[in-house]
């Protein structure tokens, strides 16, 4: 059953891939912003429903892309920063890489690969103090935190 966090983000996904063009960045716009903020909500209830779960206490206060891209009908790759809020990470940066495709009719996604946070040497979660500039890093080159998978992402 798809949620109204994941329905409301859909739809702002949905409007964003209206306005970009394929294989291309998508810009500052009320559609990015709209689809951003519901990124918000939703990347800590699809790691809560993972067996990592989502650590208490811990929310998002925004997503600052590097690179937000409509790969193809459907589908963006968001990769970036987002700012934590809460205990010890509060008002920190830590890594966010999502690659999500809508459903075709109904507001819900077919399909994503969403990975946040970034694991540090005693497997704790390791952020950065806002405004610190971090040179970005391939994602594969990450030992990520939590993740979250729902197949399929890829166009078949």
């Known amino acids: 059953m798809t949620s109204p966090v994941e329905a409301s983000t859909a739809r702002a996904l949905r409007r964003l891939l209206a306005d970009a063009r394929q294989g291309g960045q998508c810009h500052d716009s009320p559609g990015r912003r ?10 800590p209830e699809l790691m809560a429903a993972e067996p990592d779960g989502w650590p208490r206490g811990l929310a998002l ?12 009908d459907g589908r963006v790759v968001v990769r970036g920063m987002a700012i934590l809020l809460g ?4 008002q920190r940066l830590s890594p966010v890489f999502a690659n999500m495709r809508i459903a075709a009719s109904v507001d819900a996604f077919k399909g ?4 946040f946070g970034e694991r540090d040497g005693h497997g704790e979660l390791r952020s950065y103090p806002l405004g610190t500039v971090i040179a970005p890093a391939d994602v594969s080159s990450i030992e990520w935190m939590f993740h979250a998978v729902r197949r399929p992402v890829k166009k078949r």
């Open 34 to 43: 709209d689809f951003l903020a519901g990124l918000e909500f939703l990347i």
């Open 61 to 72: 206060d925004g997503i600052l892309p590097e690179a937000c891209t409509a790969v193809d």
């Open 87 to 90: 205990g010890a990470h509060d």
């Open 112 to 115: 994503y690969h969403v990975l």
